[in-house]
RNA sequence: GGAGGAUUCGCAUAGCGGCCGAGUGCGCACGCUUGGAAAGCGUGUAUAGGGCAACCUAUCGAGGGUUCAAAUCCCUCAUCCUCCGCCA
């Protein structure tokens, strides 16, 4: 949600915020007219709310036919202050209801464009060159005795997967070692609820546009989370947090859930996109003043994992029409995929600025005051696409898979061998 | 799932339908005192909204109701605690 006093100061922002997204415009303008309304329904409610309790305060000191007089006085008062308070509410839920539907202001840094129009920041590695014809992640976690997606779809449908000996001995040791440099970084491990409430999941923006993607029990009225970007960010919600212990850093381990709506036919085979995987997620509270500088540095800590696994990638700027509304700017880490002769997005980044932290409530304090914290998150290691990054880049012409020295330690081998 | 109890200003607690936005203690901030500290004394100590100054309005778990007037009475819901049942 964006602050309403700066929509009401500066209209001209949000609409060319609103234009290079490729959203309506109109919108800000029926803020405009719906505030003004606002504002003028809650005059008119507090002078009579003011008016019924010096009554109130009236009646308590009168006697006989005074008192009488000042009750029934009180009594249309009452009607009157009831009236104006719905208007007032109505009037309140309708500007709210229209500004939810305005996206994050852009960062001025941030491509225009749609999709495609992406920049590429830097390229980091060479793709390597195969004298041998190289294998998919599907025929590699066949051979290992890593992937098994047969017996995934028999027992849980499209884009399951079971992750069997290497290939689930590969995760824990990713895991571990994403957070064993999280907490070297500073942040604090968390595992979180991955079942949330409908608070949470609405607070965080993901019951929006997104909407679709998010599996809900409708029984208990519950959510799995696609992220456990939506728990980390409920965490403080309607909290004021110290300005001096900002940033606070959470690196946040679960798994993920997503109902890949709409993706029919695409990346239908293997584990690029499926409906349940593990990531360690970063999320970071912090100053907004800092939000930026913070936000290079979760893509800096999102690079590293990346070299440490040895990987060919190159980092984009997200062109603005595919930021989502949360996100003022958003970085994604594209690793090579040898089979698909490709980059494919294995991590990103996203700048919420006060967007997200507005609508949970969470502020911090400083001397002058309750201000609005900023929240940024970052992929530190999505499983499955971290996975088909390593076994198709680390191949070897028997299918064995050289594992990066980075994770030898955590795996007690040099090599993935076949089964 | 059943029975009971609780939910008040950072924490702990007080609170008769009007004198309660709300007392007290702790904590915190500032000042006095001191060689320095502790103790002691004094002052202050929520958030949001409207005018954007004085001021006004709202908020005592959430939502509804009764009343001229609700922290205080009634209803619904949520959370927590205790006991019982069930499962681990």
């Not at 002078?47 to 029934?72: I, P, Y």
């Not at 294995?346 to 400083?366: G, H, M, P, W």
Request: with cysteine; hydrophobic share 40%; aromatic share 8%.
């Amino acid at each position: 949600m964006i602050d309403l006093k700066f929509l009401r100061e500066n209209p001209d922002v949000v609409r060319a915020s609103q234009k290079g997204r490729g959203e309506d415009i109109s919108i800000v303008d029926k803020v405009l007219v719906s505030d003004e309304a606002r504002r003028l329904a809650i005059t008119e409610f507090e002078a009579l709310r003011a008016e019924q309790n010096t009554l109130s305060k009236a009646v308590a000191g009168a006697k006989g036919e005074e008192k009488s007089a000042l009750l029934e006085r009180g009594k249309t008062l009452a009607t009157k202050v009831k009236q104006a308070d719905n208007t007032r509410a109505e009037l309140e839920a309708a500007t709210k209801e229209l500004i939810m539907q305005l996206s994050n202001i852009l960062d001025p840094s941030a491509p225009i464009g749609k999709e495609e129009d992406f920049v590429v920041i830097e390229h980091v590695g060479t793709p390597r060159v195969f004298d041998f014809e190289a294998k998919d992640h599907i025929e590699l976690g066949k051979l290992l005795g890593a992937i098994d997606t047969e017996r995934g779809a028999k027992v849980a449908g499209s884009r399951s997967y079971f992750l069997t000996g290497a290939g689930a001995m590969l995760e824990f040791a990713l895991i571990n070692y994403a957070i064993t440099s999280a907490i070297k970084a500073g942040f604090i491990p968390v595992i979180p609820p991955v079942l949330v409430n409908p608070s949470a999941m609405e607070g965080t923006g993901f019951l929006g546009q997104a909407s679709e993607n998010v599996y809900h029990l409708e029984r208990d009225d519950l959510y799995l989370v696609g992220t456990s970007e939506v728990s980390l960010a409920a965490f403080h919600m309607d909290e004021i947090l110290p300005v001096e212990k900002l940033p606070i850093r959470y690196a946040g381990y679960s798994s993920c859930f997503r109902r890949e709506a709409g993706t029919y036919g695409k990346d239908t085979r293997g584990i690029i996109r499926v409906h349940q995987f593990d990531k360690v997620e970063m999320f970071s509270f912090c100053h907004p003043d800092q939000a930026q500088e913070e936000h290079r540095r979760l893509l800096q800590w999102e690079k590293q994992i990346l070299d440490a696994m040895e990987l060919p990638y190159r980092v984009i700027d997200v062109a603005s029409g595919d930021l989502g509304s949360s996100a003022n700017r958003k970085f994604d880490i594209e690793a090579w995929i040898p089979t698909q002769k490709a980059y494919r997005e294995v991590t990103s980044t996203s700048n919420c600025a006060e967007f997200q932290a507005r609508r949970l409530n969470i502020r911090y304090k400083d001397e002058s005051g309750a201000k609005t914290v900023a929240t940024l998150n970052g992929t530190l290691v999505a499983i499955p696409r971290m996975i088909v990054a390593i076994l198709e880049n680390h191949q070897n012409p028997d299918g064995t898979v050289n594992i990066p020295k980075a994770l030898q330690a955590f795996l007690g081998a040099q090599r993935f061998e076949l089964v």
